[in-house]
């Protein structure tokens, strides 16, 4: 079935940096753009970042554009989101998410946890 | 970007229908077909329930329905169960090909 499972969460300080994983499963991942999505404790969804399929074309919300970069490697199925300067703000259950269509987030992973603190 | 405005809340009995409203703008839900409509339940990743404003995934529903007037998009829940008790969230592509999700609307079934 398609899969998506992301990894590389965890405690960091303030100021740190930290890469997260998404690896992809039963679909052809080259194929598709995907997004990074995260969720503070107790609050809403926010969109931060797209890459292409073909990772020739990068989007970042305002929040994060200049301090994380979205990356993939469509060899290995897998994005990348490297998160530098992070703040306590940064602190979210971060998602990786598939588009078929624009906007149309279909397989969602189960999250990975990043929490900044000193 | 700013969050797009949903209702914090709305709520219905067992078996009435009830509307989520999304307001944005002529950048983000006025300009574009790029809808689409999430369900969150506690402790689990958002599911798709609609998408290009009106389109249901295979497996969703029937009861969940998506429209769009001006810079404001809806979703309706008819029949409403037991099982529809959950958060709702909006996005929308905008004119920067940046995406946007809604404030997000806890639906409560009486």
């Known amino acids: 079935q398609m899969q998506l499972v992301e990894s590389g969460g965890g405690v960091v300080q303030p100021g740190r940096s930290l890469k997260l994983s998404c690896t992809a499963s039963?679909?052809?991942?080259?194929?598709?753009?995907v997004h990074w999505v995260r969720q503070a404790p107790g609050k809403g969804l926010e969109w931060m970042a797209v890459?292409?399929?073909?990772?020739?074309?990068?989007y970042y919300s305002d929040s994060v554009k200049g301090r994380f970069t979205i990356s993939r490697d469509n060899s290995k199925n897998t994005l990348y989101l490297q998160m530098d300067t992070l703040r306590a703000e940064d602190t979210a259950l971060y998602y990786c998410?598939?588009?078929?269509?624009?906007?149309?987030?279909?397989?969602w992973g189960q999250g990975t946890m990043v929490t900044v603190s000193s | 970007q700013s969050a797009l405005t949903q209702p914090a809340s709305v709520s219905g009995s067992p078996g009435q229908s009830i509307t989520i409203s999304c307001t944005g703008t002529?950048?983000?839900?006025?300009?574009?077909?790029?809808v689409s409509w999430y369900q969150q339940n506690p402790g689990k990743a958002p599911k798709l329930i609609i998408y290009?404003?009106?389109n249901r995934p295979s497996g969703v529903s029937d009861r969940f329905s998506g429209s769009k007037s001006g810079n404001t998009a809806s979703l309706s829940i008819s029949g409403l169960q037991a099982e529809d008790e959950a958060e709702y969230y909006c996005?929308?592509?905008?004119?920067?090909?940046?995406?946007?999700f809604g404030t997000g609307t806890k639906v409560t079934v009486l």
């Open positions: 998410t598939r588009d078929p269509t624009p906007g149309t987030f279909d397989v």
């Open positions: 039963g679909f052809t991942f080259s194929n598709y753009g």
């Open positions: 890459i292409w399929s073909d990772g020739s074309t990068k």
């Open positions: 002529s950048s983000d839900i006025g300009g574009y077909k790029f």
């Open positions: 290009e404003v009106s």
């Open positions: 996005n929308s592509h905008t004119s920067r090909n940046l995406y946007v």
